[in-house]
Nanobody, 125 residues
């Protein structure tokens, strides 16, 4: 069994930065890809960014391109999301996710079989 443990959320002003972490804990961890999703109140969970675990290819939602950067530390089994130039519309609970299996499409939530508990990010003045 694999657990994804997230940290790094918080409350910040517009224009600020935050770094989210997600560490995979468990005896066996083999991932094809990991991703960040977010869910704002009253809205559906939406894709933010993904990275293929071994080769490092990345993919981003249009709304965060140029502001957010996804990365991973293979040896530490940790996924990161560096969020810069935060906007109020970035306010949401952020979830990390992992898929153990090859999947052609990394944006659907159904691609992933492990999820973290979520960490709150609030951007307001």
């Amino acid at each position: 069994q694999v657990q994804l443990v997230e940290s790094g959320g918080g409350a910040v002003h517009p224009g600020a930065s935050l770094l989210l972490n997600c560490t995979a804990v468990g005896r066996t961890f083999g991932s094809h890809a990991m991703a960040w999703f977010r869910q704002a109140p009253g809205k559906e969970r939406e894709f933010v960014a993904a990275v293929k675990w071994v080769i490092g290819d990345t993919q981003y939602a249009e709304s965060v391109k140029g502001r957010f950067t996804i990365s991973r530390d293979y040896d530490k089994r940790t996924l990161y999301l560096q969020m810069n130039s935060l906007k109020p519309e970035d306010t949401a609970v952020y979830y990390c996710a992992s898929t153990s299996y090859y999947r052609a499409h990394l944006t659907p939530a159904s691609t992933y079989n492990y999820w973290g508990q979520g960490t709150q990010v609030t951007v307001s003045s």
